[in-house]
């Protein structure tokens, strides 16, 4: 068995193997100079997650909705992609993110699509939040000609047309 753990290189790295793999790299730079006392302020405001704690949220989640994953086999999404995606969304917590534009569980971003009825009557309605994403994922896929998944979820907060581009200059 061969680890390619090259990371943002990982695609590269594989193709000089003859593997293709469903990577979309991006980059993400941080640069701390000194303690920001916003965040210092903040406790847990930028936790690691641990194992345990990735555990107790998808427990957390089943008792809460046990049907995510009926809705992931409706779409005929792998299992427990929903819950990772929600998971990196808001911690499989109910709420409105992203400067007030994210809302739900999956975070349907309003400057990008339309939020049924209310942004109120979303958040009463996790099932609905559930559908959406899952056919949001879906038509990413297809868009993208995704053989896996990987392309649909970069997507699904990057945009296509990001993914697209990010090929390209790979």
């Known amino acids: 068995h061969v680890v390619?753990?090259?990371?943002?290189?990982?695609r590269r790295v594989g193709r000089m193997a003859?593997?293709?793999?469903?990577?979309?790299?991006?980059?993400?730079?941080?640069?701390?100079?000194?303690?920001?006392?916003?965040?210092?302020?903040?406790?847990?405001?930028?936790?690691?997650?641990?194992?345990?704690?990735?555990?107790?949220q998808y427990r957390r989640a089943v008792a809460e909705w046990p049907w995510i994953g009926a809705v992931?086999?409706?779409?005929?999404?792998?299992?427990?992609?929903?819950?990772?995606?929600?998971s990196r969304e808001t911690n499989l917590r109910n709420v409105t993110g992203d400067g007030g534009h994210g809302?739900?569980?999956w975070q349907r971003d309003d400057r990008s699509w339309t939020i049924p009825r209310s942004v109120a009557w979303y958040l009463e309605h996790?099932?609905?939040?559930?559908?959406?994403?899952?056919a949001l994922l879906v038509s990413l896929r297809s868009q993208l000609h995704d053989p896996g998944w990987g392309l649909a979820v970069a997507a699904y907060n990057?945009?296509?047309?990001a993914v697209r581009g990010a090929l390209r200059a790979d």
């Open 126 to 134: 996790p099932r609905q939040q559930a559908e959406d994403a899952a």
């Open 4 to 10: 390619n753990a090259a990371g943002l290189w990982a």
């Open 18 to 56: 003859g593997v293709e793999h469903p990577v979309v790299p991006f980059a993400h730079h941080y640069m701390v100079t000194d303690e920001i006392p916003a965040i210092a302020a903040r406790p847990g405001l930028m936790p690691a997650v641990t194992d345990d704690q990735l555990a107790d």
């Open 158 to 161: 990057a945009g296509a047309a």
């Open 72 to 86: 992931e086999r409706a779409h005929r999404l792998p299992p427990m992609l929903l819950f990772a995606l929600g």
């Open 103 to 105: 809302h739900g569980i």
